[in-house]
């Protein structure tokens, strides 16, 4: 009974986020006015798929696939980085800039969100390692880079794992 009640009052929350937001001719009065943060929705669909059965791994679906294409893109776009002389990085870098731009704008599951932050902090990372040696840096500081970026990848791919596994 708790979770009929539950859902019931997710959708009203959800149709009441709706009806705030569009548009009317007749301005709401102050005491009239519900306001709710997209934050809130998300919150409130969370919570449905929770209670609802739905796994990390099937709401995150759609994502898996998006990122596990951008990860072979970066890898592929990393590969050809590394095997570029110093003097011509500056194409393969804006490539792999390019990527890594195309990951931060996807947008996981909650319960995904993690792995997303990883993938990208192992980005950072590289990029970062690859703009040190163009700039002829200390090759300690570069490995320290490359050597931090591959923690990120671990995680990535832990998380990864972790969600197609709920």
């Not at 548009?23 to 919570?47: C, H, M, Q, R, W």
């Not at 996981?108 to 792995?115: K, N």
């Amino acid at each position: 009974m708790k979770k009929v009640i539950v859902v019931i009052l997710v959708f009203v929350i959800a149709l009441l986020g709706v009806a705030c937001s569009a548009e009317t001719d007749v301005a709401p009065t102050p005491s009239k006015v519900i306001i709710i943060e997209p934050s809130g929705l998300d919150k409130a669909k969370n919570f449905f798929a929770e209670i609802t059965g739905q796994t990390c791994a099937s709401q995150s679906e759609e994502f898996l696939v998006e990122i596990q294409d951008i990860n072979m893109r970066w890898l592929d776009a990393m590969e050809l980085a590394d095997s570029t002389s110093r003097m011509s990085l500056s194409g393969p870098i804006s490539d792999l800039q390019l990527i890594r731009r195309d990951a931060n704008k996807l947008e996981p599951p909650e319960c995904a969100e993690g792995a997303k932050d990883a993938l990208v902090m192992h980005m950072d990372y590289v990029l970062d390692g690859f703009l040190l040696f163009m700039a002829q840096e200390p090759d300690e500081d570069i490995s320290a880079q490359f050597s931090e970026a591959w923690d990120w990848m671990d995680i990535y791919l832990t998380k990864l794992s972790t969600i197609e596994k709920s």
